[in-house]
Structures are given as C-alpha cells and as structure tokens.
C-alpha cells in the first residue's frame, strides 16, 4: 500500500487516485479547522507539505484531478468579519521572565530606572496570568458601548453583540462610575465547561475541540450571537485603557473598584514588596494551578502604584512597570520518525523533527525545531555541549520534548538508552532542498567562527525565498493585505498565467492591470468569485498609501524587524532621504554612515545588512518597481508634537540628579525627541550634567546648544 513517503515517481494510478481522494478530504477538514474553528491540528508547515504532495501528484496524473481538488481552491471558507475597532489606547502585551533570578533582575530594573536603592519599599501586584483572550470593553455614561478583541494591539475587532452575551460581564456600572470606562481583561472558557462541550460534540459525533482557548476565540468569532450564548464564557478584570477619571490611584485599588463595579477579579492576586515574597507567592500559584478550573501559564507582576507605572512608561510593545513570570513548560517522550529541512526568507536551512505524535499539556505535538546543524549535533552558540550530556539528535531517537506556551515545542533530550542499534549521525545538507544551489554557513567577519546558520545561496532564484519574501511583505505588520494571506501568496506565486502571476511585490499591485486584459479571470477560480476579487482589488489599492515604517519592513532587510524599521523611519522622515542615505553610507565611512549608527538600536550589524540590501541592484530594481505603484507616508509624528522637543536630536551627559539615563531618555522619546549616545553635527541639544567630558568639549565644538538637567525640566515645561 502506498503512504505519503512513496515517492511520485513510483505510484501507479490506482495508488494515486486514492491518494488524491484522501488528500482532497484531509485538506478540506484542515481548512476547516484552521479558518472555522480556530482550532488548527497540524503546523502551517504540515498544511503545505499535504498541498505540495497533491500537486505533485495532479502534476505527474492530470487526469485524476479531482473537482474538489485543494488545488481548484484557494484560501478557505469564508471568515465571518467583524468591523474593526482602533483601541483608545494600544493593549500592550508583557514581557516574559523565566527564572527566579529573572524575576529578581525585573525588580532591579524598576528600582534602576526609577533611581531608587532596592530597599523593598516598592510594592508590586502579582495575579495568575489566565490563558485566555484579551477584551476591551468601553462603557459610557455607565452603558456598555463597545467590545473589542486585542488584534494587533492598535486595532482589534468588534465583538460588542457576543460579548453582551457573557453573563459575568455587567452590562452596566453602578452610579458613580466615571463618564468614561475602558475595562480591560481576560475573557476565558472554564476547564470544567470546555470537557462538558467536548462530551457534548463527542456524543453527537462531532469534532471536538483543543483546548479551553482556542475554543473560547472560535466562540466570540461567531458571527450568530446566540451560539456564544450557549457557550458559557467567563471573564476577569485586571487592566484598564481609557478612562476619564482615576477612582483609585494603585493597580490593586483599580481592580478593588472594579470588584465593587460587579466584575470578577482574580482572587489569587496578592500586593506584596518583597522579591522572595513575590517568588514565594508564583510557586503558591504554581501549587493551586492543577486544582484550578480554568487555565494560567504564569503569574503577572505589576508596580502597584499608579504614578510609578506613568513614570516607567513602556517599551515599543510593553511596560517597564510588569512582566509574566511564566511556569516551566510541559514535557513528553517521543520518538524522531524524520528530519525535515525548511528555507525560509533569507534562505536559513532549518531543520524540523518529525515526531511520533504525543500529547504535552493538553496538545498534541508533531514536529520540533531543532535549529540549525550544530543544534543537532549536540553543540550550542558558542561551541559548549548542550543537552544534559551534548548527545546528537538522529532520526530513530526517543527524545524529552517541551511545549511552552504558543512557542515551537523544543527537543530537550535524547534518551540513549533507548537509542536503536542502526542509528546515523544526521547529516545536514550542502545544497538547498529547495532549489540545489549550495547552503553555506557564513564565517563571521570579526570572531571568525562559523555561523550556526546554514543559508541557501540562491537568493531570487530560490522559490521558497522568494515565496518567503512574498509572504513577509504582506503580513500583518508589513503591508496586511486583506485577503492575500500566506495561501493565496502560494497560490499566486505558482501560477503560471503571466495575467495571475504574482513573483514580486510589485506585481501584486499590477494584478488588476494585468488581469483586466485577460481570459484567465480570477473570478472563474474556485475560492474566489466576484465579490471577493472586488474585495482583494479594493484592499491591494487601499495599500497604495503606506506608513514609511511599513515600508521599511516589508522589505525585508535582514536584522531590520519593525522596531528597527520604525527607528529607520522616525529617523529618516521619508522615503527618499532614507534611501539617499543608505546609499551615501555604503562607504561605510564618512557623515551618512556615522548618522546611521547614532540611531538608537541601529549596531553595527544592522547599519550593513541595511547599507548592503542598497547595493543589490535587484533590490533596486524591484523597489524602483514597486514605487512606480505605492507611496510610502512620511510616518505620523508621535502624539506630543507640539513638544518642544518634538523632532529634535537630544544627547544626554554626565550625571543626572533628578532622573535616571534611562528614564531621561524615555522621557525625551516621549516627547518626540530623538536621544542619540554620541554628539554629532546633527544633535541639537545637548544636556550635560556634572563630570561631563569628551561629549560636551565635541558639543561646544559644533556650537550646539547646552542645558543643564534644571533647564531641560525648564526646557520641557514640567
Ligand atoms: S496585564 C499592559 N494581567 O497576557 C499589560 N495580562 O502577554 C496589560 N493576560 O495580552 C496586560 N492574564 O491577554 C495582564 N492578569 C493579567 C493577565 C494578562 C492574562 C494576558 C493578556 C495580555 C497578555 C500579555
């Protein structure tokens, strides 16, 4: 009997045929998994493996092709759509910590910024951190008038009629309340209500569910909402965005109002000051969490006082005032059935284990990273032994996994007692699965030593790069095309009519040119029809006009990630003048090379993967391309800036009295400024406290202007 490890080549037409019925079957259930229950089974790597294996086989039998052929369709069912709703203020996520002595290093850093001696004097909240979907829900005039999921943290979806349906959400606040009320916190599925439904579909003969969360997001993304109704879903408040009063002037005060508001809070939130205390209160959670009835994969720590969360302020994408002590992952025994190679975008080989598959905390888990060639060798970054005992990984292994949370599972270990006689060492390739140009492993130019990461050297001729490209450029914090996800890339990117064809971003703006003239009619393919190709037309044009920080990170320019793309932006101010710079900079000398590495969290590595992407006539080329099509916006300027340092080039120096260097600059962002670590001609303000030296003779040497810490508190007007 042939299985899906039968090469092509070898099946006859009848093995075919059922294998292609099977596929036709497999596919359609995974689609529906994924985009109608929220609740996929297998990795998009798995998905793409089962569509590539059925056009293999469609390609070498044309005749088998099958009327419901995944191959006929694109994209899956229809997503019910909720209209969008731009949160007040952004839902931030948290940073993680791992270890006790992470825990230790948080607090340190908050007495740190805030200048404080660690004396225990600062208090902290510390809540289980609950496994399930964040919610925003504004109340005016003490009437709920809205309801929010956290999407991509700045804009969410509506959800207002389904979460009305949640009994423990009050629909309205006692008199009082202030005009305004952004309540925020965790909308969840009780264990106990997850195993009854699951009981419930199982006998009926229906598919039954992952887990508590995914199916609490398949049932607030209903778009009937008597089906959340009958779900029973919970909720706990423990956050807040916009509000237009305080009534309290501490985290546990807010949560405490928010309690006497009618809301459920976590009971096992404790306000403690001591770090040993905080440590001792995340293993009493840890103890109580196999007792409780729903999910947490950690405990959430806060700075309880209100004016010291405002003074710490945020990270791009969370606050300096809370982390998520999060709990070990979970672990399973499993066998290695194969190893796998993926290309991804800039052409890294990784390897992936293929395993037998075994449940880990609740999950059942198939593949593993296992990270590069020395990874698998047993070795870690800097040539140590990794593992208890360094031991290889080959194909045949039992091996420890570990699932934490939504990341890969790892391989945590090789059991060798149970290692099979005939084992080989794996041996990684040296040319690219892909297209068989040659994988190299880089040498670093200063150290010397061998990159870990073996790349393809195809570059633009390898299809997984480029389709891997294509995909980041229209991700969600690139271009978000809606509509044209990382399947209808495959799609497009695999077709051969030059009218559907999609190769390189530019050509996704040429479709509808392109298709306007043709007989190969989108609209004709299965999975689209008219209405959504209009959609898919509408939602390409809307990207005509582009922030410059997206821009900037579509194009993806390796080490340049959003928050890199968004200090190139803030820095640059337009399109033009970044690209007249890089392009200056690629002597990687002189004013243009010196500018680009004052921008803060631009190193040395990143300046020349930039200045080095400019000197790729094909990246020319295609950007030329793509300009004739798109716009880049010179990026909105922060909120503040009618600051009066909005815009401006600030360098702080010396000792600071009043204000740690890291809260200084903070605060300075903040305010739109710029905070470069050296003086150059570009700086314009330079604020010098005492025992300030080499910084402030250059400052007097360039004529920049010069304040002490008093005038920058004048200077700023607080
Ligand atoms: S506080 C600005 N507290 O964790 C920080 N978050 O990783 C606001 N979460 O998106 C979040 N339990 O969905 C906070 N007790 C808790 C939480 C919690 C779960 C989730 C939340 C957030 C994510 C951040």
């Given at each position: 009997?042939?299985?899906?490890?039968?090469?092509?080549?070898?099946?006859?037409?009848?093995?075919?045929?059922?294998?292609?019925?099977?596929?036709?079957?497999?596919?359609?259930?995974?689609?529906?998994?994924?985009?109608?229950?929220?609740?996929?089974?297998?990795?998009?790597?798995?998905?793409?493996?089962?569509?590539?294996?059925?056009?293999?086989?469609?390609?070498?039998?044309?005749?088998?092709?099958?009327?419901?052929?995944?191959?006929?369709?694109?994209?899956?069912?229809?997503?019910?759509?909720?209209?969008?709703?731009?949160?007040?203020?952004?839902?931030?996520?948290?940073?993680?910590?791992?270890?006790?002595?992470?825990?230790?290093?948080?607090?340190?850093?908050?007495?740190?910024?805030?200048?404080?001696?660690?004396?225990?004097?600062?208090?902290?909240?510390?809540?289980?951190?609950?496994?399930?979907?964040?919610?925003?829900?504004?109340?005016?005039?003490?009437?709920?008038?809205?309801?929010?999921?956290?999407?991509?943290?700045?804009?969410?979806?509506?959800?207002?009629?389904?979460?009305?349906?949640?009994?423990?959400?009050?629909?309205?606040?006692?008199?009082?309340?202030?005009?305004?009320?952004?309540?925020?916190?965790?909308?969840?599925?009780?264990?106990?209500?997850?195993?009854?439904?699951?009981?419930?579909?199982?006998?009926?003969?229906?598919?039954?569910?992952?887990?508590?969360?995914?199916?609490?997001?398949?049932?607030?993304?209903?778009?009937?909402?008597?089906?959340?109704?009958?779900?029973?879903?919970?909720?706990?408040?423990?956050?807040?965005?916009?509000?237009?009063?305080?009534?309290?002037?501490?985290?546990?005060?807010?949560?405490?109002?928010?309690?006497?508001?009618?809301?459920?809070?976590?009971?096992?939130?404790?306000?403690?000051?001591?770090?040993?205390?905080?440590?001792?209160?995340?293993?009493?959670?840890?103890?109580?969490?196999?007792?409780?009835?729903?999910?947490?994969?950690?405990?959430?720590?806060?700075?309880?006082?209100?004016?010291?969360?405002?003074?710490?302020?945020?990270?791009?994408?969370?606050?300096?005032?809370?982390?998520?002590?999060?709990?070990?992952?979970?672990?399973?025994?499993?066998?290695?059935?194969?190893?796998?190679?993926?290309?991804?975008?800039?052409?890294?080989?990784?390897?992936?284990?293929?395993?037998?598959?075994?449940?880990?905390?609740?999950?059942?888990?198939?593949?593993?990273?296992?990270?590069?060639?020395?990874?698998?060798?047993?070795?870690?970054?800097?040539?140590?032994?990794?593992?208890?005992?360094?031991?290889?990984?080959?194909?045949?292994?039992?091996?420890?996994?570990?699932?934490?949370?939504?990341?890969?599972?790892?391989?945590?270990?090789?059991?060798?007692?149970?290692?099979?006689?005939e084992t080989h060492p794996y041996?990684?390739?040296?040319?690219?699965?892909?297209?068989?140009?040659?994988?190299?492993?880089?040498?670093?130019?200063?150290?010397?030593?061998?990159?870990?990461?073996?790349?393809?050297?195809?570059?633009?001729?390898?299809?997984?790069?480029?389709?891997?490209?294509?995909?980041?450029?229209?991700?969600?914090?690139?271009?978000?095309?809606?509509?044209?996800?990382?399947?209808?890339?495959?799609?497009?990117?695999?077709?051969?009519?030059?009218?559907?064809?999609?190769?390189?971003?530019?050509?996704?703006?040429?479709?509808?040119?392109r298709q306007a003239g043709s007989?190969?009619?989108?609209?004709?393919?299965?999975?689209?029809?008219?209405?959504?190709?209009?959609?898919?037309?509408?939602?390409?044009?809307?990207?005509?006009?582009?922030?410059?920080?997206?821009?900037?990170?579509?194009?993806?320019?390796?080490?340049?990630?959003?928050?890199?793309?968004?200090?190139?932006?803030?820095?640059?101010?337009?399109?033009?003048?970044?690209?007249?710079?890089?392009?200056?900079?690629?002597?990687?000398?002189?004013?243009?090379?010196?500018?680009?590495?004052?921008?803060?969290?631009?190193?040395?590595?990143?300046?020349?993967?930039?200045?080095?992407?400019?000197?790729?006539?094909?990246?020319?080329?295609?950007?030329?391309?793509?300009?004739?099509?798109?716009?880049?916006?010179?990026?909105?300027?922060?909120?503040?800036?009618?600051?009066?340092?909005?815009?401006?080039?600030?360098?702080?120096?010396?000792?600071?009295?009043?204000?740690?260097?890291?809260?200084?600059?903070?605060?300075?962002?903040?305010?739109?400024?710029?905070?470069?670590?050296?003086?150059?001609r570009k700086t314009d303000l330079?604020?010098?406290?005492?025992?300030?030296?080499?910084?402030?003779?250059?400052?007097?040497?360039?004529?920049?202007?010069?304040?002490?810490?008093?005038?920058?508190?004048?200077?700023?007007?607080?």
């Open positions: 009997m042939a299985n899906a490890k039968t090469p092509v080549e070898t099946l006859t037409e009848e093995e075919a045929a059922a294998e292609l019925a099977f596929l036709a079957a497999e596919i359609a259930r995974h689609d529906e998994l994924y985009h109608g229950q929220d609740a996929p089974e297998i990795p998009d790597a798995d998905y793409d493996a089962l569509k590539r294996r059925n056009e293999a086989i469609e390609a070498r039998f044309p005749a088998l092709v099958r009327d419901d052929s995944p191959s006929r369709r694109v994209g899956a069912a229809p997503l019910p759509t909720f209209a969008p709703i731009t949160h007040s203020r952004p839902m931030l996520s948290l940073d993680n910590a791992f270890s006790d002595d992470d825990v230790r290093d948080f607090v340190a850093s908050v007495y740190r910024f805030l200048g404080r001696l660690p004396d225990d004097s600062i208090a902290f909240t510390a809540e289980p951190k609950i496994d399930g979907l964040s919610m925003s829900i504004r109340y005016e005039d003490g009437r709920l008038v809205s309801a929010a999921t956290r999407g991509d943290g700045t804009t969410g979806e509506n959800v207002t009629a389904n979460v009305r349906t949640i009994a423990e959400i009050p629909d309205r606040l006692p008199a009082g309340a202030p005009a305004v009320v952004e309540l925020r916190g965790e909308v969840y599925m009780a264990k106990s209500d997850f195993l009854a439904l699951n009981e419930k579909m199982a006998a009926e003969g229906r598919q039954t569910y992952v887990n508590p969360r995914n199916t609490a997001a398949g049932s607030l993304r209903q778009l009937d909402a008597s089906v959340t109704a009958s779900r029973k879903l919970r909720f706990f408040a423990y956050a807040w965005g916009e509000m237009s009063e305080m009534p309290a002037e501490t985290q546990s005060g807010m949560v405490e109002v928010f309690r006497n508001w009618g809301f459920p809070v976590n009971p096992l939130t404790a306000t403690l000051c001591r770090v040993e205390d905080i440590i001792a209160h995340y293993r009493a959670i840890g103890l109580a969490r196999p007792d409780l009835d729903y999910d947490i994969d950690g405990v959430v720590y806060k700075v309880d006082e209100l004016a010291l969360q405002e003074r710490l302020g945020f990270r791009s994408r969370s606050p300096r005032w809370a982390t998520a002590h999060k709990f070990p992952a979970e672990q399973a025994f499993t066998t290695v059935e194969r190893i796998d190679i993926q290309v991804g975008r800039t052409g890294a080989l990784t390897p992936v284990a293929r395993l037998a598959p075994v449940t880990v905390g609740g999950v059942v888990v198939m593949n593993a990273t296992l990270h590069n060639a020395d990874y698998i060798d047993g070795l870690g970054n800097s040539g140590e032994r990794i593992r208890a005992e360094g031991h290889d990984i080959r194909v045949g292994d039992t091996v420890i996994v570990q699932r934490a949370g939504d990341v890969i599972p790892q391989v945590l270990d090789v059991v060798m007692e149970k290692r099979p006689a041996e990684f390739p040296r040319t690219c699965p892909v297209c068989g140009s040659h994988a190299v492993r880089e040498r670093h130019e200063k150290t010397g030593r061998l990159d870990s990461v073996t790349r393809c050297t195809g570059g633009f001729v390898c299809r997984a790069q480029a389709v891997e490209h294509l995909k980041h450029f229209v991700s969600r914090n690139a271009f978000d095309i809606e509509g044209l996800g990382a399947r209808q890339i495959d799609f497009f990117f695999g077709a051969e009519d030059p009218a559907l064809s999609i190769r390189t971003a530019p050509d996704i703006f040429t479709l509808a040119k007989l190969a009619k989108l609209e004709n393919i299965d999975g689209f029809g008219k209405v959504s190709v209009r959609k898919l037309y509408d939602a390409i044009d809307a990207r005509r006009a582009i922030a410059l920080h997206r821009f900037i990170y579509a194009l993806g320019i390796r080490h340049v990630g959003e928050t890199t793309a968004k200090a190139l932006a803030r820095a640059y101010g337009t399109y033009d003048a970044f690209r007249t710079a890089m392009t200056e900079a690629g002597t990687l000398s002189g004013e243009a090379w010196a500018e680009l590495n004052t921008i803060d969290g631009i190193g040395d590595v990143v300046a020349r993967a930039v200045v080095e992407f400019y000197k790729e006539p094909r990246n020319i080329d295609v950007i030329g391309r793509l300009l004739e099509e798109v716009t880049p916006q010179a990026d909105d300027t922060p909120a503040s800036v009618s600051s009066p340092v909005a815009g401006k080039t600030v360098v702080f120096t010396g000792s600071l009295e009043k204000m740690t260097r890291d809260e200084a600059k903070a605060m300075a962002e903040r305010l739109g400024a710029k905070v470069a670590g050296s003086v150059s330079v604020v010098a406290g005492p025992g300030a030296g080499s910084k402030l003779d250059k400052a007097r040497e360039f004529d920049i202007e010069i304040i002490d810490e008093d005038g920058w508190f004048v200077r700023i007007g607080s």
